[in-house]
């Protein structure tokens, strides 16, 4: 591949993800808001510590940002590159998503709301997995780019339908990691050797990453390494939420595990890890899960 490619947010996940661009491409611009960051990737990395005015004017940009409204404000600021794809890598929110689709379409730029799972460890080894929405053929000419990135890139439908799949994505994973709380504090109190709970579970029909990674690596070790930030979580449950009202549909389940997260959310110490959300129901129960 030829074609120069641009890398803006250089967070927990995107400082990752465009360590490996080098590799398949021969120029590659990185933008961060604190701009030494962008100077130590490129010392690390090989790629180019750019302004973010140049990395517009390459063909392929990805941004992984907070939340979308960074993403609107950053676009409007720049001028993109005619013919560019922009691949939005945010956990962000499907209506942002078709604005800014039908706006770059105007200027002769794709976007792509493209929001990634698998946490650090899957942006360390590229095995993340892409949820795309967008065009198709837009997706078909960024998939090498993506693929540079990631194990399953899934074209999920028109624009928004990115976002939305990742926002219940993150759902599923908030009620999943409550109700193992719930659960292991049951089996505690009733005397249960958790890590030999966890070993039946992971063998058995109860099992999920929660179970398998985020219990025994975050929580029973105490350790709560922040990789994805509980506020970040809380805005995502948000999204989904919301997902489920435009529908109208009824959702007694997601309704309350969003209300759980953001209270979490809302007590927890700052710049806590998502895994640490636990801490709220061993508050309630008095109980600590380790």
Known sequence: MTQSVAFIGLGAMGYRMAAHLPKYFDTVYVWNRNFSKAEQHATEFGTIASELEQAAQADVIFSCLPTSQDVENLISSIKIKSGAIW???????????????????AQNVAFLDAPVSGQTIGAENATLTFMVGGDIDAFERAYPAMSALGKLIQHVGESGAGFAVKAINNMLLAVNLWSVAEGFTTLKAHGVNLDAALNCINASSGKSLVTENIFPQRVLSREFPVTFALPLLAKDTGIALDLVHDAKLPAPILSLAQSLIQAASLSAESNSDFSAAVKMYESWTKITLK
């Open 87 to 105: 691949i939005d890598c945010t956990s962000g929110v499907p209506d942002a998503a078709r604005r800014l689709a039908e706006q770059l379409k």
